[in-house]
């Protein structure tokens, strides 16, 4: 009985020695903009592979006349990070009109490309204070990080629609690829 004891005592003794030099696990310096911006890259991530991966001759690809093709998806994705990010910086978008007037997939890559680097800046730039900072979000004060989640929101709805017209392609959208 000492023996068992004893042992029971030595393992809690060993436990107790090796989680009080164990070290936690670092928290984000601002925890709320770092989950909102995790979300964001998860989406982000996978428009740019879509965009990436699709072949040039789909980038005409509409299911129906009445919907836009893949080229105007990514190029109203990259208009709308450029404008509700910088709605949430409180600046005036930069770049305004890629929908519209690019239709060549490296164009596309491209801008789509920058206009989540855009975005990654303003995420950069923002403190969980300064999150909770009211902007003007299209005539509403709304706080920053609200601005920044909807980008986010807006995103993955088009996400949605990518995953639907790459599907009617028999192709594998990023989010159902196997990972490596």
């Known amino acids: 009985m000492k023996k068992i004891l004893l042992m029971v005592l030595l393992s809690v003794a060993v436990v107790s020695l090796a989680v009080a030099q164990s070290k936690p696990a670092p928290v984000a310096a601002s925890p709320l903009v770092s989950a909102t911006k995790m979300e ?32 105007q998806l990514f190029g109203h994705v990259a208009d709308s990070n450029f404008e509700l990010c910088a709605a949430a910086a409180g600046q005036k978008p930069s770049v305004k009109g890629i929908e519209k007037a690019k239709t060549a997939k490296a164009d596309l890559v491209r801008l789509l490309g920058e206009s989540f680097a855009y975005c990654d800046k303003i995420f950069d730039s923002t403190s969980d204070a300064d999150a909770a900072k009211m902007v003007n979000f299209f005539g509403s004060q709304q706080p920053k990080l609200a601005a920044l989640a909807a980008n986010t929101g807006h995103d993955w709805e088009h996400y949605g629609n990518i995953v639907t017209y790459m599907r009617l392609n028999k192709m594998v959208p990023p989010s159902s690829q196997p990972s490596r």
Request: aromatic residues 16%.
């Open 40 to 71: 964001f890259g998860a989406v982000k991530g996978y428009i740019t592979k879509a965009a990436a991966e699709l072949p040039e001759n789909l980038y005409a690809y509409k299911p129906t006349p009445e919907v836009r093709s893949f080229g």
